[in-house]
C-alpha cells in the first residue's frame, strides 16, 4: 500500500536515516574546504584587486569553480553512474564550496558601492550570476556530451 510522500517528522525510517554517523562525511567535506580555500586564497594573492578596480580574480575564481561543480554532477551523478561516497562531498561541497566564494563576491560588491563605483558594483553582480550559472549549464552539457561519445562510436 502505497501511503504518498514520506514526512519526514512522522516517519520514523527517515529519523533513523538520520542518525548513521556522519564523521566520514564531516571529515570529507572539511579537508575538501581546506583544499579549495587554500585554492581561491593563492588566486587571490596572485592577481589581487585594487580597492575601486573590478574583482576580476573573484569573478574567473566563481566562474571556474560553477563550471567544475558542473562536470562534477554530471560526471557522477547521471546516467546511473555511481562514485565512491565520498566523492560529492570531498570535491563539490569541499574543494569546490571552498574555492567558489559568495563571501568575497559579496564584500566586492559592497567594496565598490563604499567606493562609489555603483555601476561596476551592479555590472559585476549580474556579470557573476549570469557567468555562473552559464559556467555550470555549459560545465554539465559538455561532460554530458563528452562521456556519451564512446558509446556512439561503439554503435556504428
Known amino acids: 500500500m ?28 572539511a579537508a575538501g574546504g581546506v583544499v579549495g580555500a587554500c585554492a581561491r586564497y593563492g588566486a587571490g594573492l596572485l592577481w589581487p584587486a585594487g580597492p575601486t578596480a573590478f574583482p576580476w580574480t573573484t569573478l574567473w575564481i566563481n566562474v571556474l569553480g560553477c563550471a567544475l561543480i558542473g562536470v562534477l554532477m554530471a560526471a557522477v551523478a547521471e546516467d ?8 560529492r562531498p570531498f570535491a563539490g ?32 553582480a549580474a556579470l557573476t550570476v549570469v557567468a555562473a550559472l552559464a559556467a555550470v549549464l555549459a560545465g554539465a552539457t559538455l561532460t554530458r ?12
Open 2 to 29: 502505497d501511503r504518498g510522500p514520506v514526512d519526514p517528522d512522522v516517519d520514523l525510517r527517515v529519523a533513523a536515516e538520520r542518525t548513521r554517523p556522519q564523521g566520514p562525511v564531516l571529515a570529507a567535506v
Open 80 to 87: 546511473g553512474r555511481t562514485a565512491h561516497p565520498l566523492l
Open 93 to 124: 561541497t569541499g574543494v569546490l564550496g571552498g574555492f567558489t566564494t559568495f563571501s568575497a563576491y559579496a564584500l566586492d560588491v559592497s567594496r565598490l558601492l563604499d567606493a562609489d563605483e555603483a555601476g561596476a558594483a551592479l555590472g559585476y
Open 145 to 156: 556530451r563528452l562521456l556519451r561519445l564512446p558509446a556512439r562510436r561503439g554503435r556504428g
